[in-house]
């Protein structure tokens, strides 16, 4: 087995990905990137044959990965560990049983996210799905394509270079659960069900029949400090996930009217005045914003954030959020909610952007 290179110990891999089955092996060495043959070995080790054969049994699997599982099913077999034939053989060819996979993308701070629902065929292309759901509203997007493996991986490695981080592989089981929940969400709002749902039932459905674990519970992330994971919460907004986070339109445009009637041209210069009256702008803005029941919901969201920051190995800022998230969902009373610096900096953030806008030189005549 090879060695981690480099000064630093690379992050161990979740609990989630080491005990891992087949259906999930494929998505998780390319999720996994260049690490994608440290976690065939992680697998060797704990001899969890079944997710090491089935990325040997693929030749469309990634190089390095692939020759690391071939290498390990010979270490499993010198060990006397049984290799399951039905996961590198029978899977392999049987058009009628494909497996089906789930990626998710963590949502916006409007609340739309996005999962990406495979079914993987036995000569190794894909049909897939994508479900875009939203918050208050349920299934809004629905389409449907076929890819190889490679063009997959094209696609998430693009969707990184975009966004800062790719698709997360997520049971299946938890991401039919999320779809068959926005299903029901449609119903009680009234938002039409996009076309090609009925379509493609076999592939989003059924529901589990008990509501799966979060992948971020199942994650076991080490306890986070509560007080030192507040009090730099601000900071969590720098994340890939979390940098577009911000409040709705109508409340930023509120805020921004306040701090200009507040705050006039002539003021400009006295300073720390100035500041201090901004600050106490948002501080406002930030307390009439954030409900309870807002509050409630961005703590969700929160939680479904992490589990791409986990997959990509930001653990210790995941661990951070979920703490966060878990103040922020129970607000005690009489705490309000500017005292979190990680809700404050929703409008720190919009001022900023602001005045970013307004300090650029007009291209005008």
Request: hydrophobic share 45%; glycine share 8%.
């Amino acid at each position: 087995m090879s060695a981690t290179k480099g000064p630093e110990k690379a992050p161990a891999f979740e609990p989630a990905w080491l005990d891992a089955g087949a259906d999930r092996a494929l998505a998780l060495v390319e999720q996994a990137g260049e690490r994608g043959p440290d976690l065939v070995e992680a697998w060797v080790a704990l001899r969890n044959a079944a997710a090491v054969a089935e990325v040997a049994a693929f030749d469309d699997a990634p190089g390095p990965a692939r020759k690391a599982a071939r290498r390990g099913l010979n270490v499993l077999k010198s060990r006397g560990v049984a290799i399951p034939e039905r996961v590198r053989i029978a899977r392999a060819v049987r058009a009628d049983a494909p497996i089906v996979e789930a990626w998710f993308r963590p949502p916006d701070g409007a609340g739309t996210a996005a999962f990406t629902v495979g079914a993987r065929s036995g000569n190794g292309r894909y049909r897939l799905v994508d479900v875009i759901v939203k918050s208050g509203a349920g299934l809004v997007s629905i389409a449907d394509m076929e890819m190889s493996r490679t063009q997959l991986r094209e696609s998430f490695a693009e969707i990184a270079r975009r966004f800062g981080s790719a698709p997360a592989a997520v049971p299946i089981a938890w991401a039919r659960a999320r779809i068959a929940a926005a299903r029901g969400e449609n119903e009680r709002t009234g938002t039409l069900v996009p076309l090609g749902f009925e379509r493609h039932a076999d592939v989003l459905g059924p529901a589990p029949s008990h509501e799966p674990a979060h992948p971020a519970d199942e994650a076991k992330l080490e306890r986070a400090d509560q007080e030192r994971a507040l009090a730099g919460s601000g900071r969590l907004h720098a994340e890939p996930e979390l940098r577009g986070w911000l409040p709705d339109p109508a409340a930023m445009q509120k805020m921004l009217l306040s701090v200009t009637s507040q705050v006039p041209l002539e003021a400009s210069g006295d300073t720390a005045s100035a500041e201090a009256k901004v600050q106490e702008v948002i501080q406002k803005a930030t307390d009439g914003f954030f409900t309870a029941e807002l509050r409630v919901r961005f703590a969700e969201r929160m939680k479904d954030a992490a589990i791409s920051m986990i997959a990509r190995g930001a653990r210790n800022s995941a661990a951070d959020l979920l703490e966060a998230a878990d103040v922020i969902g129970a607000l005690e009373p009489g705490r309000e909610p500017h005292t979190i610096p990680f809700l404050r900096a929703f409008f720190e953030k919009a001022f900023g952007l602001a005045a970013a806008r307004a300090a650029r030189p007009s291209t005008s005549p």
